[in-house]
């Protein structure tokens, strides 16, 4: 049965007797954080991804898009796991339902998109098995799904192959959450979805791509590649801990702490000398200036973050970095410096913003404000590190979009806002 939920007109609030904020993840032009099980979201609003359409006609008769610059709280179920595409939004609660909202064009909702092309309000998508949800992944217009017994479930655009479905026919959409069985024999501890391709971590450290357009994949060859192949190159021998990838960036941090990097690196972001605007096989990233042991790390659109074990950040590429208005540009990473001389223990950026968390569970944000995404109240850039409060302690989430609560942060691409 449809499960029809609403929003509360109710702030993120956060004092020494709530729960601290559990994770942060950004993608797109709409946000969202969750605490204790609870979703606030809040930028654009117009494709239904805020689990409601407030698109209005003007008086003219053209369309008005209205956004949500400050958060709202989600009328819903413990909500355990949350991915956010482009202009939609998949979440999974504790009893393993799956809830979706917003765009679903290419059915990447698990719904054929003949028949809902866009979910205004929050609905149930019935799943082929009904197992633990542990992770839920989102890319332009495709999602990945995997449970706690190991399974991973596809839908949405296929038309690369990325979603690693229907192989021989390459079928350029899957209709429904189906499950790939191409990989019976691995076992999987992490999803990740960028623009058009997809990622899966085994447990023993290994990765497997599909889809291979602008060499995003790092297997080697400039085509599209519809099953899932083992990425080698430099990561060949190592133990992979974390990926992470929103558009055409990939960086990959293995577990003696060394950072490789394929795909996009036309502004840079991939440090290597030569003119090449992208990288086939996976290589390492020379950060050496960095004498800290690397423990996460998140790719944007033209700029990539490291996070130490002791809580320092480090930036380097292009665009709003968070290193202050003056420096746009740098192949070299440089040091963040946060407020209060904050620790950070997770990282998250999308195209052209950025969020860390601290070790108290302060929520810093920088990079492009556009449509309310920063959650401050308007649609202002930051080009340093701050943190929002409303009324008693209560912080807003600038940029950023909620993937999971089990305290890990990721994002992805959505588009150029």
Known sequence: MTKVLHLCPRGLRCSATTTRIAAVNCRSISSAAIRAGRVYLWGAADSGILGQNLVEKKVDGTLSTQYIAKPMLLDS??????????????????????????LNLRSQLGLPA?????????????????????Q?????????????NNQVYAAGNNLFGQCGINQKSHEPEVTRFTQLESLPNLSFKQICCGLDHSLLVTTDGQIYCIMNLFYRVGLGKHENIYQFTCVEGELKHKTIVHIATSADTVLALADDSSVYGWGDTEYSQLQFDDDAKQICLPKRISLDCIKEKIVQVAAGGSFCLACTETGNVFVWGFGALGVGNEIMDCREPRLIRFPDGAKVKKIACSINHAVALSDTGKVYTWGRGSFGKLGIGNDEDAFAPCHYYYDDDLLIVKFILLRTIDRKMSCSFNDLA
Do not use: K, W
């Open 77 to 102: 179920p413990q909500i355990t796991s949350l991915g956010i595409g482009y202009n939609y939004l998949i979440m999974a609660d504790a009893t393993s339902d799956v809830l979706v909202t917003g």
């Open 114 to 134: 003949s028949e809902n092309e866009c979910i205004e309000g929050i609905r149930s998508v019935e799943m082929p098995h009904n197992f633990p949800i542990q």
């Open 136 to 148: 839920v992944a989102c890319g332009r217009s495709h999602s990945l799904i995997l449970t706690t």
